[in-house]
């Protein structure tokens, strides 16, 4: 990938090499550089340019790391990005950042006087790489982890940054247990970045229930800031699952009350119902008053005469009538 976030003539410095005041030697190659491009990202490489010793007076800096991760520095320090080599041509050295070149081949043992600057590795876009390794990303990894190592030791924020995003991103979109268990182990020989370990952690912690089961993970001796970090953000998750579940209960509890609440009303309304159906037998109040009035109309004081008057005392409605001393008097006369 090539980046466009550097002007155009400090990326044509990078390209020529031309007015360089010094080199970096690396492996034996010589990668010309100019100081005040490389010293104000990089305040190791200037303190040592600064220091008064060989390096100042050679106008020379030894880099301990393998060459084609040298050489991404350089460009990335020029262009503001960095390329990934071909999965062949990148070099997993066997010790950490700090230790001696693995190889230095200069015929006399002298440094090669070139300038490789634009002999730079293939980048990792290419189709060749990309169907060699479809299913391999451990190579690339290992350069982003190397890339991390050179950062951190010569104190190039950017490019710490840079690297540490594109590991991230890639275990985001292509997550692999096997792979995050390698690229820790190898983390933890190469580089002393505490940010690198701490986006670590969260990404072991994102996935920790399956990293739990691998016997390869659970055996590694990881750095004390990406345990902090995984124990961290474990605690975090924890604690808002608790939050999550306080907030279920309560969203849980007012569903009761309000199903409580509904209860009621169905209830009110079911004997509402009821008693709208329920059949009217009993006569109400006006029309008892009513039958009263008729039958006072019929029999009451006013008339002189009551049922007994008529039927006689002992005479009940639906019985044989007894007729009364008129009646009987009548009776005698016509006889």
């Known amino acids: 990938m090539a980046s466009t976030s550097m002007p155009s003539f400090i990326v044509e410095l990078w390209n020529s090499g031309d007015y360089s005041d010094f080199v970096l030697v690396c492996e034996g190659q010589r990668i010309n550089a100019h100081k005040a491009i490389v010293c104000t990202q990089s305040p190791v490489l200037a303190a040592c340019l600064r220091s008064g010793l060989k390096e100042t007076q050679e106008n020379a800096v030894d880099v301990n790391f393998a060459l084609s991760v040298c050489q991404q520095m350089v460009r990335f320090l020029y262009t503001g990005d960095y390329e990934v080599p071909l999965a ?58 190397q890339m991390n190592s050179i950062a951190d030791y010569y104190e190039i924020r950017a490019l710490s940054k840079s690297s540490r995003t594109r590991i991230h991103d890639h275990f985001i979109s292509k997550w692999s247990a096997r792979d995050f268990t390698e690229v820790v182990k190898k983390a933890s020989e190469f580089t002393g970045d505490k940010q690198f ?12 229930e399956e990293l739990g089961k691998s016997a390869d993970f659970v055996a590694l001796v990881l750095p004390d800031s990406m345990t902090a970090e995984i124990i961290s953000v474990c605690g975090q998750r924890l604690q808002k699952a608790k939050e999550d579940n306080m907030g279920l209960e309560a969203q849980l509890q007012a569903a009761r009350n309000e199903l409580k609440t509904a209860k009621i009303k169905i209830k009110a309304l079911e004997t509402e119902l009821q008693t709208t159906k329920a ?31 008529v039927f006689g005392s002992s005479t009940s409605f639906g019985a044989t009538p007894r007729p009364s001393a008129w009646g009987q008097s009548r009776m005698i006369l016509a006889g």
């Open 88 to 145: 062949e041509q990148i070099e997993i050295p066997p010790q950490s950042s700090g230790s001696q070149p693995l190889s230095v081949d200069g015929g006399d043992g002298a440094p090669k006087d070139a300038n490789t600057n634009t002999t730079l590795p293939q980048d990792s876009s290419s189709p060749n790489q990309d169907s060699a390794a479809k299913d391999n990303y451990l190579p690339s990894l290992y350069f982003h982890v």
């Open 279 to 309: 059949p009217n037998t009993r006569p109400n109040n006006s029309e008892e008053s009513t039958q009263r009035t008729s039958r006072t109309s019929v029999f009451g004081s006013n008339t002189g005469f009551s049922p007994n008057q």
């Open 197 to 208: 370990f701490k986006m670590i952690g969260s990404l072991a912690a994102t996935h920790i």
